[in-house]
T-cell receptor, first 112, second 115 residues
Framework: KQEVTQIPAALSVPEGENLVLNCSFT??????LQWFRQDPGKGLTSLLL?????REQTSGRLNASLDKSSGRSTLYIAASQPGDSATYLC???????????FGSGTRLLVRP | GAGVSQSPRYKVAKRGQDVALRCDPI?????LFWYQQALGQGPEFLTY????????KSGLPSDRFFAERPEGSVSTLKIQRTQQEDSAVYLC?????????????FGQGTRLTVV
């Protein structure tokens, strides 16, 4: 059974810092991996989607990498801003399934 | 509309009451998913539709949970005889083509509180 783990569970950093959020999964036979952002009381906003054949994706200050063989993904946020404060969720879609399996998320606080 | 719309946004139900949660997916999206998100946790899969066909309902926690999408667009998640453990945010997502070979778009969710 696929399990997705995110570390750390919570992170507080001063504005301007570069930071890395980690996601690991137990079954490497994934189809793709997505990073989402969730603001309090809101739904999920997709940030980046990486297909299993890809190594990384970039969007603005965000860069997500995927090492499928080791079951790891990282989300790198450059020059963090208070507006980046949110919960970041990692989710995988399996080859044989269309369901997204989520981690529990990392709650990020960027202090002004 | 431009995105996935869910209603109501908030629902308080007395224990034992039946509730119905609505999801309007993005127009033309074939796939529709329901997820349940407990406080402090990631969403967990409940059920999946492709057009009007419910292809997977393995995540529904009990037979009190029922979902339908009769015309392949709007979907309703019904919970009968609600229990306190049903308190959660229920998220709906839709995607353009079959399965998840593409990006999933989520609604804002319905927060259900059972008292």
């Amino acid at each position: 059974k696929q399990e997705v783990t995110q570390i750390p569970a919570a992170l507080s950093v001063p504005e301007g810092e570069n930071l890395v959020l980690n996601c690991s999964f137990t079954d490497s036979a994934i189809y793709n991996l997505q990073w989402f952002r969730q603001d309090p009381g809101k739904g999920l906003t997709s940030l980046l989607l990486i297909q299993s054949s890809q190594r990384e994706q970039t969007s603005g200050r965000l860069n997500a990498s995927l090492d499928k063989s080791s079951g790891r993904s990282t989300l790198y946020i450059a020059a963090s801003q208070p507006g980046d404060s949110a919960t970041y969720l990692c989710a995988v879609a399996m080859d044989s399934s269309y369901k997204l399996i989520f981690g529990s998320g990392t709650r990020l606080l960027v202090r002004p | 509309g431009a995105g996935v719309s869910q209603s109501p946004r908030y629902k308080v139900a007395k224990r034992g009451q039946d509730v119905a949660l609505r999801c309007d997916p993005i127009s033309g999206h074939v796939s529709l998913f329901w997820y349940q998100q407990a406080l402090g946790q990631g969403p967990e899969f409940l059920t999946y539709f492709q057009n009007e066909a419910q292809l997977d309902k393995s995540g529904l926690p009990s037979d009190r949970f029922f979902a339908e999408r009769p015309e392949g667009s709007v979907s309703t998640l019904k919970i009968q005889r609600t229990q306190q453990e049903d308190s959660a945010v229920y998220l709906c997502a839709s995607s353009e083509i079959r399965g998840l070979n593409t990006e999933a778009f989520f609604g804002q969710g319905t927060r259900l509180t059972v008292v």
